[in-house]
């Protein structure tokens, strides 16, 4: 027998969905309706809580397929706009990640380690339908004698291109402050020195794996919103970590679960996919991305209903303590705090400066909940939990 009031299946959301009956809200919507009817009640009304974010996900890049040459080649180098991808696959495969610096961009030249370009903005071309220069090299052999290709193609072009993720979707992430007396340039953004400034890089209550603490609707299949289209997680992401410290309701208060996801370039949209040029750093790429969170019971409508002031993350150093290993934390915060714009730290006020963009998160979790109500988007049953 269940322990739970309420018990629905995935096959029987997605009945209701193609029928046109499902009832779905974003994980905003959520928190007053748990409030006002309780969460069992919630729970047996509710179908699908719909999440998103958008911030920059460096762990990002694509599979592509350049397309055979007469003769045919195997390429052993390969660059796009002269960004090089890792081609050590097979024949006219390669991986461009979205890190990867232009060699000769003309910002690098004039300030070194400075880059104005790379992967992220070579996807970004892509999926604009922009053309894009591909140049590639090979040693030869007697299967695949050409040695060099050249060309200007578009995405259409390209025969495959799939966009694989190693890690996105950070569940929870440190807010960066810099306690050194020099400005430092880091991935969480340009940091002033003396506590100038307090970053941070998380939709709170929208963010996807922050409304599923402990995984429990997600996992190997889960189909999702990426890149302007439908993917698929396709394990957990690097740097995934299950036993760390939680604080209400299961969240984690430090950086936890990530996925590893994957989907067709092709279908996606440049604005959804967007490539970022991070001073001192070098280039990412800012990925849209939401996930519907199946009601299955009142303990998962619980979990959707947490608000920003129920999360809270750490504040880390980024001028001594990150770069030498060091864990540290001033303070726990709040993400009602973080959002407010500033937030107190040793009796000294801090103001906040977000890298993720809360009107895209919340304009992924509203396309995810109109695409599910007009019957364009289904639940994908996850084939193998992570927890």
Request: proline share 5%; aromatic share 8%.
């Amino acid at each position: 027998m269940s322990k739970y009031k309420v018990n629905k299946t995935i096959e029987q959301i997605n009945k209701k969905i193609a029928a046109g009956d499902a009832v779905v809200v974003t994980a905003e919507e959520i928190i007053d309706i748990a409030k006002k009817e309780g969460v069992v009640e919630a729970a047996k009304k509710i179908d699908v809580v719909t999440t998103g974010t958008f911030a920059p996900m460096c762990s990002s890049g694509a599979f592509i397929n350049i397309g055979q040459s007469k003769p045919l080649v195997r390429t052993t180098k390969t660059w796009f706009n002269n960004v090089e991808a890792y081609s050590g696959l097979a024949a006219v495969d390669c991986y461009l990640g979205a890190t990867q610096t232009c060699e000769d961009d003309p910002l690098n030249k004039r300030h070194p380690g400075e880059f104005n370009y790379g992967g992220g903005h070579v996807i970004q071309d892509l999926v604009a339908g922009k053309q894009v220069h591909i140049r590639a090299q090979s040693y030869g052999t007697d299967c695949y004698p050409n040695r060099e290709i050249e060309k200007l193609v578009t995405l259409k072009d390209l025969p495959n291109a799939m966009l694989c993720n190693p890690r996105n979707a950070y569940q929870n992430y440190n807010c960066a402050i810099n306690k050194s007396d020099k400005i430092k340039y880091t991935y969480m953004g340009t940091l002033k020195s003396d506590m100038g400034n307090a970053n941070y890089s998380t939709s709170g209550e929208l963010s996807p794996l922050l409304n599923d603490p402990y995984l429990k609707t997600i996992g190997v299949g889960t189909r999702i919103f990426l890149g302007g289209a439908q993917g698929y997680v396709t394990w957990t992401g690097t740097q995934h970590k299950k036993e760390v410290e939680r604080g209400l309701n299961g969240v984690p208060v430090t950086p936890a679960g990530t996925l590893s996801v994957m989907g067709d370039l092709k279908e996606m949209s440049p604005e959804w996919l967007v490539g970022q040029s991070i001073r001192g750093y070098g280039v990412s790429l800012s990925v849209g991305f939401g996930i519907p969170i199946p009601i299955l019971n009142e303990e998962i409508l619980k979990f959707t209903s947490v608000s920003d002031d129920q999360i809270f993350t750490q504040v880390i150093d980024y001028g001594y303590d990150y770069p030498n290993a060091i864990s540290k934390s001033y303070g726990q915060v709040s993400y009602a705090e973080l959002k407010s714009g500033s937030i107190m730290i040793k009796g000294r006020k801090i103001p906040t400066v977000p890298l993720s963009s809360m009107v895209k998160a919340r304009k992924i979790a509203d396309i995810l909940k109109q695409s599910i109500q007009k019957a364009n988007f289904f639940l994908g049953h996850p084939q193998q939990l992570f927890y």
